[in-house]
C-alpha cells in the first residue's frame, strides 16, 4: 500500500488519492492474531497509544449516548484535493543539513545500539524525514528543527525496534538513542 497499488489474482490495481489505513490493535489479547513479520511492521508510519481516558472523561463516556450514533453528524474537515495540496506542501518544508545528518545519527544509533536486533531501515529514515517535515508544517513552520525529529522519533521508531532477549523495551531505547544522540 506504502507504493499506491495493491495486487490481486495477479493484476495491480492503483489506489485512490489520498489513501492511508488506520490499523488498530488490543495489545492484551492476541488470540486469532499473530505478530507481524518485521518487513510489514516497517510499513506502518507510526504507532500511538492511547492508554485509558481520565476518570472523568470516561465518566462522560458512560453517561452520554452511545457515541456511535455521533457518527451521522460527522461533518469533514477537509477535501480529499485539500489533503492532497497539505501533502505536497510537506515535501516543501525546508530541511538543513544538519537536521539531515541528526537523522542519519539517530538511524545509526538504533542500528549500532547493543540491545538492539536490529536498527532502523532506510524506509524508517525516509518516514522519519517525512513526519518531521509534516510535524513542521503542523506547528506553521516552513522549515524542519531537531524538535520536529524528536517529537516524532519514538511513534515511528518504536515498534520497527526489537530488543534482544533480555534487553528490555524498545521504547526505553528509543529514549536512550534520543538521550544519547547530539543534537545540532
Same mark, same amino acid.
Given at each position: 500500500?506504502?507504493?499506491?497499488?495493491? %495486487?490481486?489474482?495477479?493484476?495491480?490495481?492503483?489506489?485512490?488519492?489520498?489513501?492511508?489505513?488506520?490499523?488498530?490493535?488490543?495489545?492484551?489479547?492476541?488470540?486469532?492474531?499473530?505478530?507481524?513479520?518485521?518487513?510489514?511492521?516497517?510499513?506502518?508510519?507510526?504507532?500511538?497509544?492511547?492508554?485509558?481516558?481520565?476518570?472523568?472523561?470516561?465518566? *462522560?463516556?458512560?453517561?452520554?449516548?452511545?457515541?456511535?450514533?455521533?457518527?451521522?453528524?460527522?461533518?469533514?474537515?477537509?477535501?480529499?484535493?485539500?489533503?492532497? *495540496?497539505?501533502?505536497?506542501?510537506?515535501?516543501?518544508?525546508?530541511?538543513?543539513?544538519?537536521?539531515?545528518?541528526?537523522?542519519?545519527?539517530?538511524?545509526?544509533? %538504533?542500528?549500532?545500539?547493543?540491545?538492539?536486533? *536490529?536498527?532502523?531501515?532506510?524506509? /524508517?529514515?525516509?518516514?522519519?524525514?517525512?513526519?518531521?517535515? /509534516?510535524? /513542521?508544517?503542523?506547528?506553521?513552520?516552513?522549515?524542519?528543527?531537531?524538535?520536529?525529529?524528536?517529537?516524532?522519533?519514538?511513534?515511528?521508531?518504536?515498534?520497527?525496534?526489537?530488543?534482544?532477549?533480555?534487553?528490555?523495551?524498545?521504547?526505553?531505547?528509543?529514549?536512550?538513542?534520543?538521550?544519547?544522540?547530539?543534537?545540532?
Amino acid at each position: 500500500m506504502a507504493e499506491q497499488q495493491v %495486487s490481486l489474482d495477479g493484476r495491480t490495481h492503483a489506489l485512490p488519492r489520498p489513501f492511508f489505513v488506520i490499523a488498530t490493535q488490543n495489545p492484551v489479547d492476541l488470540v486469532g492474531t499473530y505478530p507481524l513479520p518485521d518487513s510489514q511492521m516497517d510499513r506502518f508510519l507510526l504507532r500511538i497509544s492511547l492508554g485509558y481516558p481520565a476518570p472523568d472523561q470516561e465518566r *462522560a463516556l458512560l453517561v452520554q449516548s452511545d457515541r456511535r450514533d455521533l457518527l451521522q453528524q460527522l461533518k469533514p474537515v477537509l477535501q480529499p484535493e485539500d489533503l492532497l *495540496a497539505l501533502m505536497r506542501r510537506v515535501g516543501l518544508v525546508h530541511v538543513s543539513e544538519p537536521v539531515l545528518d541528526y537523522i542519519q545519527a539517530l538511524i545509526l544509533a %538504533s542500528r549500532e545500539h547493543p540491545a538492539l536486533r *536490529a536498527g532502523l531501515s532506510t524506509r /524508517a529514515a525516509l518516514a522519519l524525514l517525512r513526519t518531521a517535515r /509534516a510535524h /513542521a508544517l503542523i506547528n506553521r513552520q516552513d522549515f524542519v528543527l531537531p524538535d520536529n525529529v524528536k517529537q516524532v522519533f519514538g511513534a515511528l521508531a518504536g515498534h520497527r525496534l526489537q530488543c534482544r532477549p533480555g534487553n528490555g523495551d524498545p521504547i526505553d531505547v528509543v529514549g536512550q538513542i534520543l538521550g544519547e544522540t547530539r543534537v545540532p
